[in-house]
Each structure stands twice: as C-alpha cells, then as structure tokens.
C-alpha cells in the first residue's frame, strides 16, 4: 500500500502551477469560461447568478407579461370586432398587426432570455440561439415597421396640412394600408434570414475548426461579422422606418400645434374643453414619439456593446428595451376610448 506524502504532492503542484492551469483550463473549459474559473463563483460547473441579474430577469419576464397583458387585450378586443363586423377599419388593421408583432416578441423574449438565464455561458451561435435569434430579429424588424407605419397614418389623416401631396394622402393611404403591412413583413424577413445567414457561417466555423466556447471570443471571423455584417444590416433595417416615423410625427407635431393655436384664438368660449383635448393629443402623440426613439436608441446601443450573456449590462439593457415596449400599449388602452370600452366589455 503506497502512502501518499501530501506536503510533497503540494510542493509538486506549486511548482508546475502554468501546467496545472492549462490542465484546468482543458477540463473546464467546456464547462465555464475563463473568466468564471477565477472569480471564484462556479461550483461543479454550474455559475452561481448575481444577485443583480436575477433581480434584472424578473423585472424583464414581469414587464413582458404586463406587455402581454397589454397587447392581448387590444388583439382580443379587435379581433372580437372583426368577427362581429367582418371588416377592421385601416387603423385598427395597423393597431392589430402591432399589437400581435408585441405579443410574439415578448413570448420570444421570454423564452431566449430564460434560456441565457439558465445556460449564461452557452455558445451564442448554437443551433437554439440560431432559431431564437432568427424569430428575434424578424419580429423586432416588423414591430418597429408597424409602429412606423402608424404614425405615418396618424400624420397623414390627422395633420391639417394643406399642401396637394397631404390631401392627396388623405384618400390613399387607408387603401394602401395592407400592402404596407405586407411590405414590412418582408423586409423583416429579408433582415431575418440575412442574419440568419450569418449565425450559421459562424457556427459553421466554429465547429469545422473545433475550437472551445472560451476561446471563440477571440475569432475574427465572429468579430468581423459583429462589428459590421450584423450591425450594418440592423442599422439600416432599423433606421428606414426610424427616420419615416420621425419625419411625420414632426410634421404632424407642427400642424397640430398650429391648429391649436388657431382654435383658441377663434373659439373664446370653448377655449378650457378645445385646450384639454388638444394638450391631451399632443401628450399622447409626444409619448408615442419619446418611447419609440428611446426604444431604438437602446436597441443600437445594445448591439454596439455586444456584452456577454451573464454580464449585468446585458440585463440592463434587455430591461430598458422591453420597459419601452411596456409602456406603449398601456398609453393605447388608456387613450382610446373605442378600445377602452372594448376591453371593458370583453371583461365583463
């Protein structure tokens, strides 16, 4: 029987510390990042969360089951007046697509953000984030399409401009309105599929030159393909309807706040009911625009950053973008007295 000397044995382990450390890392490093093994908060593999992080995921799943809440109501309530009446007035059509696009979106969110939560150093380019990835670009894509889409149509049938082009607007785009939906469904599904073209070609990559989840970081095919294939595509897939929306929410902004001016100064009497109805639009019309530029700033910032999964600024910025998306369909449920009603009668 052979009697281990331990004091030696440590001795021995000291000394050759570098080869211990590549030995380590050979073992490990499938399990855990490099990063993981030195601070000390992984126990057989599995990583010990933040505190912050786990609060950061519940406050994430909470605002898109609130948003869930929110767009299934306005899907529920459309969709019960579409039955009864056979038809949806443009407007409606334009509200319904988004509020479904925001319905899917958060269920997808859902999902990927309670896989990276449980798996947060898994390979971001494995076979399920390619398919989560795929349904998250396109339905981020067409979400901010419709919400374009709309306030073009809020601009063009509310402003009182009166130039030719407007008035001749007026009587085409509710005609023009399920092309248009049509059209960015198909440009998301260009961005997504562009995307998902790239994801592959980096797994594909990944796995033909058998390299290990901790040192794919440094791959500079995947750092190229980030730093300008990903974000050139999303920036202009993203920006198009960005600057549509931005120019005719102003426009409208402006001729509503003419139209204001002109209204109080002509109608004395009604000049308290006229003021409270216009400031209310306008609050409405200023939060639509505040939410939906704060929403696009984020999502640009986010892609610029590219912060590993179990990082805290991940979960930041996750909680940012969806406490946007959050917001918006509340303020179309408190501000629209049709669907008010609607919703109130579907839960009566």
Request: net charge positive; hydrophobic share 50%; aromatic share 14%.
């Amino acid at each position: 029987m052979t009697i281990v000397n331990f004091d030696n044995l440590t001795s021995a382990c000291l000394a050759q510390g570098p080869f211990l450390d590549a030995v380590a890392q050979s073992f490990l490093g499938p399990i855990m990042s490099t990063g993981e093994m030195s601070t000390g908060h992984t126990v057989l593999g599995c990583q010990t969360a933040d505190k912050a992080v786990i609060t950061l995921f519940i406050i994430l799943v909470l605002l898109c089951l609130v948003a869930m809440v929110g767009n299934g109501s306005i899907i529920i309530a459309l969709g019960k007046k579409w039955l009864l009446q056979r038809t949806l007035s443009a407007h409606n059509k334009l509200l319904m697509s988004l509020a479904a696009s925001r319905f899917c979106l958060q269920c997808v969110v859902i999902g990927k953000n309670t896989y990276v939560f449980l798996n947060p150093t898994v390979f971001p380019y494995n076979t399920v984030m390619q398919l989560l990835n795929l349904m998250w670009d396109f339905l981020t894509v067409v979400t901010i399409w419709f919400c374009s889409l709309l306030g073009f149509f809020y601009s063009v049938k509310i402003a009182t401009l009166a130039h030719p082009v407007f008035m001749w607007l007026k009587y085409r785009v509710p005609g023009w309105v399920p092309w248009m939906l049509v059209s960015a469904v198909g440009m998301s599904s260009l961005t997504s599929i562009l995307c998902f073209i790239g994801n592959y070609i980096i797994y594909m990559n990944f796995v033909k030159s058998d390299q290990q989840p901790w040192n794919v970081t440094g791959n500079s095919l995947r750092n190229s393909f980030e730093k300008f294939y990903f974000f050139s595509i999303k920036m202009i897939m993203w920006t198009i309807p960005t600057v549509i929306f931005s120019i005719f929410m102003i426009l409208l902004l402006v001729s509503l706040v003419k139209h204001m001016k002109k209204t109080l100064s002509t109608f004395s009497g009604l000049r308290d009911v006229r003021a409270q109805a216009h400031v209310k639009v306008l609050l409405t019309l200023l939060s639509f625009i505040i939410l939906f530029v704060s929403c696009f700033l984020t999502l640009v910032f986010s892609s610029i950053s590219s912060t590993p999964f179990q990082e805290f600024r991940y979960w930041m910025w996750e909680v940012v973008i969806h406490l946007c998306t959050m917001i918006h369909p509340i303020i179309i449920l408190f501000s629209n007295p049709g669907l008010r009603v609607m919703v109130k009668r579907g839960c009566c």
